[in-house]
Protein backbone atom coordinates (compact mmCIF):
# COMPACT_ATOMS: atom_id res chain seq x y z
CA UNK A 1 0.00 0.00 0.00
CA UNK A 2 1.11 3.28 -1.08
CA UNK A 3 1.38 6.53 1.08
CA UNK A 4 -1.19 8.02 -0.83
CA UNK A 5 -3.28 5.02 -0.72
CA UNK A 6 -3.12 4.95 3.05
CA UNK A 7 -4.04 8.74 3.43
CA UNK A 8 -7.36 7.92 1.16
CA UNK A 9 -8.24 4.66 3.38
CA UNK A 10 -8.42 7.18 6.05
CA UNK A 11 -10.47 9.66 4.55
CA UNK A 12 -13.13 6.76 4.11
CA UNK A 13 -12.68 5.89 7.85
CA UNK A 14 -13.54 9.94 8.22
CA UNK A 15 -10.34 10.16 11.04
CA UNK A 16 -8.99 13.59 12.33
CA UNK A 17 -5.38 13.47 10.91
CA UNK A 18 -4.31 15.74 14.01
CA UNK A 19 -5.52 13.19 16.35
CA UNK A 20 -4.21 10.22 14.62
CA UNK A 21 -0.01 8.53 13.52
CA UNK A 22 -0.37 5.97 11.56
CA UNK A 23 1.84 3.25 13.31
CA UNK A 24 3.53 -0.59 12.58
CA UNK A 25 4.62 -0.93 8.50
CA UNK A 26 2.48 2.02 7.09
CA UNK A 27 4.58 4.43 9.38
CA UNK A 28 7.56 3.67 7.73
CA UNK A 29 5.93 5.28 4.44
CA UNK A 30 4.01 7.88 6.16
CA UNK A 31 7.25 8.99 8.34
CA UNK A 32 9.36 9.35 5.00
CA UNK A 33 10.56 5.78 4.71
CA UNK A 34 9.82 4.08 0.89
CA UNK A 35 8.19 1.46 1.60
CA UNK A 36 4.94 -0.51 0.58
CA UNK A 37 2.63 -2.32 3.23
CA UNK A 38 -0.82 -3.44 3.83
CA UNK A 39 -0.58 -2.86 7.30
CA UNK A 40 -1.95 0.22 8.91
CA UNK A 41 -1.85 0.55 12.52
CA UNK A 42 -3.22 4.02 14.07
CA UNK A 43 -2.12 5.49 17.15
CA UNK A 44 -5.14 7.84 18.81
CA UNK A 45 -5.46 10.14 22.29
CA UNK A 46 -6.96 8.98 24.91
CA UNK A 47 -9.39 11.40 24.53
CA UNK A 48 -10.10 10.21 21.24
CA UNK A 49 -9.82 6.49 22.13
CA UNK A 50 -12.40 7.24 24.92
CA UNK A 51 -15.09 7.79 22.45
CA UNK A 52 -14.52 5.23 19.53
CA UNK A 53 -17.47 2.88 19.42
CA UNK A 54 -15.65 -0.44 20.23
CA UNK A 55 -16.71 -3.92 19.08
CA UNK A 56 -16.15 -7.32 19.72
CA UNK A 57 -16.98 -10.64 19.88
CA UNK A 58 -18.28 -10.07 23.34
CA UNK A 59 -19.13 -6.78 22.76
CA UNK A 60 -16.98 -5.57 25.70
CA UNK A 61 -14.44 -2.78 24.88
CA UNK A 62 -11.53 -5.34 25.14
CA UNK A 63 -8.08 -4.56 26.01
CA UNK A 64 -7.24 -1.58 27.65
CA UNK A 65 -4.59 -0.10 24.97
CA UNK A 66 -2.93 2.73 27.33
CA UNK A 67 -1.87 0.16 29.54
CA UNK A 68 -0.63 -2.22 27.68
CA UNK A 69 3.07 -4.24 27.98
CA UNK A 70 5.48 -5.57 25.57
CA UNK A 71 3.62 -9.08 25.41
CA UNK A 72 0.00 -7.04 24.81
CA UNK A 73 1.86 -5.44 21.67
CA UNK A 74 1.95 -8.94 20.14
CA UNK A 75 -1.61 -10.39 20.72
CA UNK A 76 -4.97 -10.07 19.13
CA UNK A 77 -6.83 -7.50 20.57
CA UNK A 78 -10.12 -5.52 20.23
CA UNK A 79 -9.87 -3.53 16.35
CA UNK A 80 -11.88 -0.70 15.05
CA UNK A 81 -12.59 -1.21 11.15
CA UNK A 82 -9.68 -3.58 10.78
CA UNK A 83 -7.42 -1.14 12.65
CA UNK A 84 -5.23 -1.35 15.39
CA UNK A 85 -5.39 1.76 18.02
CA UNK A 86 -2.22 2.99 21.09
CA UNK A 87 -1.54 5.85 22.40
CA UNK A 88 1.47 7.35 21.06
CA UNK A 89 3.02 6.97 24.70
CA UNK A 90 2.59 3.46 24.64
CA UNK A 91 3.40 2.55 21.20
CA UNK A 92 6.59 5.07 22.43
CA UNK A 93 7.43 2.63 25.53
CA UNK A 94 7.02 -0.46 23.46
CA UNK A 95 9.51 0.52 20.74
CA UNK A 96 11.96 0.83 23.40
CA UNK A 97 11.38 -2.23 25.24
CA UNK A 98 11.84 -3.49 22.01
CA UNK A 99 15.22 -2.79 21.85
CA UNK A 100 15.61 -2.71 18.20
CA UNK A 101 18.16 -0.88 16.58
CA UNK A 102 15.66 -0.53 13.63
CA UNK A 103 13.31 1.41 15.74
CA UNK A 104 15.91 4.13 16.32
CA UNK A 105 14.88 6.75 13.78
CA UNK A 106 11.11 5.86 14.28
CA UNK A 107 11.45 6.29 17.97
CA UNK A 108 12.75 9.84 17.40
CA UNK A 109 10.09 10.39 15.41
CA UNK A 110 7.51 9.63 18.04
CA UNK A 111 8.86 10.97 20.77
CA UNK A 112 9.55 14.70 18.90
CA UNK A 113 5.19 14.74 17.68
CA UNK A 114 4.49 13.74 21.85
CA UNK A 115 7.01 16.93 22.73
CA UNK A 116 5.34 18.75 19.95
CA UNK A 117 2.00 18.02 20.85
CA UNK A 118 2.23 20.29 24.26
CA UNK A 119 4.92 23.01 23.61
CA UNK A 120 3.92 24.62 27.12
CA UNK A 121 5.21 21.72 29.23
CA UNK A 122 9.02 22.90 29.77
CA UNK A 123 7.22 26.71 30.64
CA UNK A 124 4.32 24.69 32.88
CA UNK A 125 6.97 22.70 34.72
CA UNK A 126 9.23 25.77 35.62
CA UNK A 127 6.45 27.61 36.85
CA UNK A 128 5.45 24.66 39.07
CA UNK A 129 9.57 25.13 40.49
CA UNK A 130 8.85 28.87 40.98
CA UNK A 131 10.39 30.27 37.88
CA UNK A 132 8.62 33.11 36.96
CA UNK A 133 10.12 34.94 34.20
CA UNK A 134 11.17 31.63 31.42
CA UNK A 135 12.85 33.63 28.59
CA UNK A 136 12.95 31.57 25.28
CA UNK A 137 16.13 32.36 22.97
CA UNK A 138 16.68 31.73 19.68
CA UNK A 139 18.60 33.09 16.74
CA UNK A 140 18.37 32.84 13.23
CA UNK A 141 21.33 33.22 10.30
CA UNK A 142 23.79 31.18 11.02
CA UNK A 143 23.72 29.96 7.49
CA UNK A 144 23.41 32.69 4.86
CA UNK A 145 26.37 34.25 2.96
CA UNK A 146 25.43 37.89 4.19
CA UNK A 147 24.33 39.48 6.71
CA UNK A 148 24.38 39.50 10.68
CA UNK A 149 23.21 36.82 12.77
CA UNK A 150 20.05 37.42 14.65
CA UNK A 151 18.84 35.98 18.44
CA UNK A 152 15.69 37.07 20.50
CA UNK A 153 14.79 36.37 24.08
CA UNK A 154 11.05 36.51 24.66
CA UNK A 155 9.26 35.89 28.41
CA UNK A 156 5.48 34.71 27.80
CA UNK A 157 3.07 35.12 30.32
CA UNK A 158 2.35 32.38 32.07
CA UNK A 159 -1.54 32.23 30.52
CA UNK A 160 -0.64 32.89 26.79
CA UNK A 161 -2.15 31.40 23.73
CA UNK A 162 -1.17 32.06 20.32
CA UNK A 163 -2.79 29.31 17.74
CA UNK A 164 -0.56 28.00 15.33
CA UNK A 165 2.92 29.73 16.92
CA UNK A 166 5.61 26.90 15.95
CA UNK A 167 9.62 27.19 14.83
CA UNK A 168 9.26 30.60 12.52
CA UNK A 169 10.64 28.33 9.84
CA UNK A 170 7.74 26.40 9.42
CA UNK A 171 4.96 29.36 9.02
CA UNK A 172 4.35 31.44 6.15
CA UNK A 173 5.70 34.82 5.78
CA UNK A 174 2.20 36.77 6.40
CA UNK A 175 1.89 34.10 9.12
CA UNK A 176 5.28 35.28 10.96
CA UNK A 177 4.10 38.86 10.24
CA UNK A 178 1.10 38.44 12.22
CA UNK A 179 2.73 36.63 15.28
CA UNK A 180 5.70 38.50 14.97
CA UNK A 181 3.09 41.86 16.28
CA UNK A 182 1.03 39.35 18.42
CA UNK A 183 4.07 38.25 20.60
CA UNK A 184 5.45 41.76 20.88
CA UNK A 185 2.03 42.85 22.59
CA UNK A 186 1.72 39.82 24.57
CA UNK A 187 5.11 39.15 25.61
CA UNK A 188 6.42 40.39 29.37
CA UNK A 189 9.50 41.53 28.19
CA UNK A 190 11.51 40.62 24.48
CA UNK A 191 15.20 41.30 23.43
CA UNK A 192 17.15 41.05 20.16
CA UNK A 193 20.75 40.74 19.83
CA UNK A 194 22.18 41.33 16.10
CA UNK A 195 25.96 40.36 15.51
CA UNK A 196 27.45 41.48 12.51
CA UNK A 197 29.09 40.13 9.58
CA UNK A 198 32.59 41.77 10.31
CA UNK A 199 31.70 40.10 13.87
CA UNK A 200 31.18 36.45 12.31
CA UNK A 201 34.51 36.35 10.43
CA UNK A 202 36.15 37.27 13.45
CA UNK A 203 35.10 35.32 15.77
CA UNK A 204 33.53 32.63 14.01
CA UNK A 205 29.70 31.93 13.87
CA UNK A 206 28.76 29.85 16.41
CA UNK A 207 30.89 31.86 18.83
CA UNK A 208 28.89 34.69 17.18
CA UNK A 209 25.29 32.62 17.76
CA UNK A 210 26.24 32.50 21.29
CA UNK A 211 26.80 36.64 21.46
CA UNK A 212 23.92 37.19 20.13
CA UNK A 213 21.79 34.97 21.82
CA UNK A 214 23.35 36.72 25.57
CA UNK A 215 23.15 40.44 23.69
CA UNK A 216 19.47 39.29 23.60
CA UNK A 217 18.88 38.47 27.00
CA UNK A 218 20.92 41.51 28.03
CA UNK A 219 18.38 43.73 25.77
CA UNK A 220 15.28 42.36 27.68
CA UNK A 221 13.77 45.58 29.72
CA UNK A 222 13.08 42.46 32.33
CA UNK A 223 15.22 40.10 32.56
CA UNK A 224 14.31 36.61 32.73
CA UNK A 225 14.91 34.20 35.76
CA UNK A 226 15.49 30.84 33.83
CA UNK A 227 16.48 30.60 30.16
CA UNK A 228 15.19 27.95 27.33
CA UNK A 229 17.79 27.71 24.52
CA UNK A 230 17.42 26.18 21.04
CA UNK A 231 20.16 23.46 21.51
CA UNK A 232 23.12 26.24 22.83
CA UNK A 233 24.44 26.12 25.74
CA UNK A 234 25.29 29.84 27.22
CA UNK A 235 28.11 31.26 29.85
CA UNK A 236 25.43 33.26 31.73
CA UNK A 237 24.58 33.99 35.68
CA UNK A 238 21.40 32.62 34.94
CA UNK A 239 20.14 28.72 34.80
CA UNK A 240 18.81 27.74 31.80
CA UNK A 241 18.17 24.50 29.71
CA UNK A 242 19.22 23.94 26.02
CA UNK A 243 16.49 21.76 24.60
CA UNK A 244 17.04 19.87 21.07
CA UNK A 245 14.62 21.05 18.79
CA UNK A 246 13.86 23.71 21.11
CA UNK A 247 11.89 25.90 18.34
CA UNK A 248 9.72 22.92 17.83
CA UNK A 249 9.00 21.74 21.42
CA UNK A 250 9.08 24.83 23.94
CA UNK A 251 6.48 27.95 22.97
CA UNK A 252 9.03 30.63 24.42
CA UNK A 253 11.61 29.04 21.68
CA UNK A 254 9.04 29.37 19.51
CA UNK A 255 7.82 32.78 20.02
CA UNK A 256 11.85 34.05 20.26
CA UNK A 257 12.48 32.21 16.63
CA UNK A 258 9.52 34.23 15.28
CA UNK A 259 11.32 37.21 16.35
CA UNK A 260 14.57 36.86 15.14
CA UNK A 261 13.84 35.82 12.00
CA UNK A 262 10.93 38.08 10.98
CA UNK A 263 13.69 41.41 11.99
CA UNK A 264 16.76 39.64 10.44
CA UNK A 265 14.29 39.07 6.85
CA UNK A 266 13.46 42.46 7.00
CA UNK A 267 16.70 43.94 7.49
CA UNK A 268 17.78 41.43 4.16
CA UNK A 269 14.72 43.11 2.68
CA UNK A 270 16.17 46.55 3.00
CA UNK A 271 18.63 44.63 1.97
CA UNK A 272 17.81 43.81 -1.15
CA UNK A 273 16.59 47.23 -2.30
CA UNK A 274 20.02 48.53 -2.82
CA UNK A 275 21.48 45.58 -4.68
CA UNK A 276 18.30 43.72 -6.04
CA UNK A 277 20.80 41.78 -8.45
CA UNK A 278 21.42 39.19 -5.39
CA UNK A 279 17.59 38.85 -4.86
CA UNK A 280 17.84 39.35 -1.33
CA UNK A 281 14.12 39.50 -0.72
CA UNK A 282 13.47 36.05 -2.02
CA UNK A 283 16.79 34.04 -0.51
CA UNK A 284 17.35 36.59 2.77
CA UNK A 285 21.19 35.92 2.18
CA UNK A 286 21.12 32.10 1.97
CA UNK A 287 23.75 30.79 -1.03
CA UNK A 288 20.39 29.97 -3.98
CA UNK A 289 21.61 29.84 -7.29
CA UNK A 290 20.64 32.99 -8.33
CA UNK A 291 22.86 34.61 -5.19
CA UNK A 292 25.82 32.66 -5.95
CA UNK A 293 25.49 33.83 -10.16
CA UNK A 294 25.12 37.06 -9.03
CA UNK A 295 28.20 37.04 -6.79
CA UNK A 296 30.29 35.64 -10.24
CA UNK A 297 29.02 38.26 -12.06
CA UNK A 298 28.73 41.21 -9.55
CA UNK A 299 31.30 40.43 -7.00
CA UNK A 300 30.45 40.99 -3.38
CA UNK A 301 29.31 43.68 -1.03
CA UNK A 302 30.73 44.36 2.58
CA UNK A 303 27.90 42.95 4.18
CA UNK A 304 28.94 39.14 2.36
CA UNK A 305 30.70 37.65 5.36
CA UNK A 306 34.21 37.04 3.82
CA UNK A 307 34.49 33.77 6.07
CA UNK A 308 32.19 31.78 4.14
CA UNK A 309 33.70 29.20 1.33
CA UNK A 310 31.67 30.71 -1.45
CA UNK A 311 32.51 34.86 -0.64
CA UNK A 312 36.18 33.38 0.46
CA UNK A 313 36.71 31.09 -2.78
CA UNK A 314 35.58 34.38 -4.59
CA UNK A 315 38.36 36.54 -3.16
CA UNK A 316 40.90 34.04 -3.39
CA UNK A 317 39.99 33.68 -7.01
CA UNK A 318 40.17 37.22 -7.91
CA UNK A 319 43.31 37.83 -5.67
CA UNK A 320 44.82 34.92 -8.58
CA UNK A 321 43.77 36.62 -11.35
Keep these: MTKKEIFLKLNELNLDKEEYLVVGDAALVCLGVIKNTDVINL????KIYEKLDWISNNNSKGYDCFVMNIDDYNKEYTLVNDFHFMRLEDLLRIKVLENDPLNKNIIKKIQLIIDCRDTYKNEREL???GYKL???VDEVGRGPLVGPVVAACCI???VFHLDGLTDSKKLSEKKRD?????IKKQAISYGIGIVSCERIDEINIYEATKEAMIMAINNCKIKPDYVLTDAMKLDIDIPFTPIIKGDLKSISISAASVLAKVTRDRMMFELDKEYPMYDFKN???YPTKKHLEAIEK???INEHRKSYAPVKNYLENSIKE
Design 283 to 285: NVG
Design 43 to 46: VCSK
Design 134 to 136: IGG
Design 156 to 158: LPE
Design 127 to 129: HKA
Design 178 to 182: YFFEE
Design 298 to 300: YGI
